[in-house]
């Protein structure tokens, strides 16, 4: 099955979706990132060195997940522009239909 091919104004749409579930998941991290960060600061000052501090900790995952995200965003933003900039210059040289573009001519 043939997939179809989006035109520029859907593509930009589908780029503004993907960007609003990952600023959901920039937050989330964030956010998890954070409680878990002062749960490990909570146990720095109430235990000192007895404590014990696993290898397994959260802060890595949530790291990670926020980092990922914010660079997915990153790069969301940058095709999001281009793709803009690309749909306007044409749209002022000529229409935008489908996958086919096709120029007025000037007459």
């Known amino acids: 099955m043939k997939k179809k091919t989006l035109t520029p104004e859907e593509l930009l749409a589908e780029i503004q979706r993907r960007q609003l579930t990952r600023i959901q998941s920039v937050r989330s991290s964030a956010v998890m990132l954070r ?13 000192g060195l007895n404590g014990y501090f696993s290898i397994n900790s959260e802060c890595r995952r949530h790291a990670i997940s926020l980092h990922k995200n914010c660079l997915e965003l990153c790069m969301f933003r940058g095709w ?3 793709l803009s900039a690309y749909v306007q210059e044409k ?7 489908g996958n086919q573009e096709t120029r007025e001519e000037d007459e």
């Open 91 to 97: 749209s002022e040289d000529g229409i935008i239909k």
């Open 35 to 47: 409680e878990v960060c002062d749960s490990l600061i909570k146990k720095i000052d109430n235990e």
């Open 80 to 82: 999001y522009q281009e």
